[in-house]
Antibody
Framework: QVQLVESGGGWVKPGGSLRLSCAASGFTFSDYYMTWIRQAPGKGLEWVSYISMSGGSIYYAESVKGRFTVSRDNAESSLYLQMNSLRAEDTAVYYC??????????????WGQGVLVTVSS | QSALTQPASVSGSPGQSITISCTGTSSEVVIYNLVSWYQQHPGKAPKLMIYEGSKRPSGVSNRFSGSGSGNTASLTISGLQAEDEADYYCSSYAGSSTLFGGGTKVTVL
């Protein structure tokens, strides 16, 4: 079945770096946009980044622009999020999700189980 | 502060119907057929419940329905069941970004 599994989370000090991975299976990864979405503890969802099928189009939320870099390896069916200059407010569960489109809009399905990133000294 | 406004909480008794609203701010217009809805149980990943405003993915109960009018999209849960107790988020696609509502906690009394 369609599945997304994130890895790479953990604890890091402010200013540090971390790289998240998302392994996809059950669908043709290269046919879909992918996205990262995060959720701070006890808070709501926040969209982080989109990447197109080829990686040629990439978008970021203003809160992470210049610090985070999204990439993908279609041969490995994997999505990545390189997070640099991390701040305490980046502490969150990070989800990868497949992005679907139709009729001028988009939605996310499925989502991975999420991975916790904690930024603290 | 979320760009999409949802009520913080909605409650209902088993069997009743409840409706969750999702309204755009003065700078963000909600076009209901661009909205998707997600259900999230504690400690779990969000699950798609409605897309394109009113369409249900395969496997989602027909007790869940989406609608909208003006600057507001709505999610209605009919025949409320204990398993529906969760957080619900609306989302509006904006081309190069996506907005989420602040989330609504649904409590089954």
């Amino acid at each position: 079945q369609v599945q997304l599994v994130e890895s790479g989370g953990g604890w890091v000090k402010p200013g540090g770096s971390l790289r998240l991975s998302c392994a996809a299976s059950g669908f043709t990864f290269s046919d879909y946009y992918m996205t990262w979405i995060r959720q701070a503890p006890g808070k709501g969802l926040e969209w982080v980044s989109y990447i197109s099928m080829s990686g040629g189009s990439i978008y970021y939320a203003e809160s992470v622009k210049g610090r985070f870099t999204v990439s993908r390896d279609n041969a490995e069916s994997s999505l990545y999020l390189q997070m640099n200059s991390l701040r305490a407010e980046d502490t969150a569960v990070y989800y990868c999700a497949r992005a679907l489109y139709g009729s001028g809009t988009g939605w996310f399905d499925p989502w991975g189980q999420g991975v916790l990133v904690t930024v603290s000294s | 502060q979320s760009a999409l406004t949802q009520p913080a909480s909605v409650s209902g008794s088993p069997g009743q119907s409840i409706t969750i609203s999702c309204t755009g701010t003065s700078s963000e217009v909600v076009i209901y057929n661009l909205v998707s809805w997600y259900q999230q149980h504690p400690g779990k990943a969000p699950k798609l419940m409605i897309y394109e405003g009113s369409k249900r993915p395969s496997g989602v109960s027909n007790r869940f329905s989406g609608s909208g009018s003006g600057n507001t999209a709505s999610l209605t849960i009919s025949g409320l069941q204990a398993e529906d107790e969760a957080d619900y988020y609306c989302s509006s696609y904006a081309g190069s970004s996506t907005l989420f509502g602040g989330g609504t906690k649904v409590t089954v009394l």
